[in-house]
């Protein structure tokens, strides 16, 4: 329990410090222009595949240490600021958050080798995701979103691979 409330204080200053970024990185007209723009159902449709990859992930790792014990990795792999992050641009945007339906519904792993390959093939899907949609992304802070999340998950896929 402990451990959930560090990483939600850690997951707001993160989401703090991406307001900042987000607003910063644009000129106050681009900024009126850009909270005036719909986002593509190409996008919405990313953030929600994204989201739901993200909320698994979450799941997994808190699985883990309610089962098996504060673990470093599993610590190390909380989710919630990617979580914050996404929750920040479907606010800006005016858009219905999904439901995190993982945190309930997640497996028992009788492993903790089990639980990363979980974590690993989740990760792999998220790459697959951003590879999909990239390309077709146009919103800024999207964009902006990908790249951090894209980069989290390379880092996780990593982890995941020496895990024990």
């Not at 945007?93 to 945190?103: A, E, Q, V």
């Amino acid at each position: 329990m402990k451990n959930k409330i560090i990483i939600i204080i850690i997951s707001i200053i993160i989401v703090l410090a991406a307001v900042i970024f987000f607003n910063l990185n644009e000129n106050p007209e681009e900024q009126q222009i850009n909270s005036h723009q719909k986002l593509s159902s190409s996008e919405i449709l990313a953030l929600n595949l994204i989201l739901d990859g993200e909320y698994k992930i979450q799941a997994i790792s808190w699985k883990v240490i309610d089962n098996f014990g504060r673990l470093p990795l599993f610590l190390e792999i909380s989710q919630q600021q990617n979580i914050e992050l996404i929750k920040l641009i479907y606010n800006r945007n005016n858009l219905s958050i999904p439901k995190d339906n993982w945190i309930i519904n997640i497996e028992n792993f009788n492993s903790t080798k089990r639980a990363c390959s979980a974590g690993l093939d989740q990760e792999n899907r998220n790459l697959g995701i951003y590879n999909e949609f990239y390309s077709r992304l146009k919103d800024k802070d999207v964009i902006n979103l990908f790249n951090i999340i894209r980069q989290v998950s390379e880092e996780n896929i990593i982890k995941f691979q020496r895990c024990d």
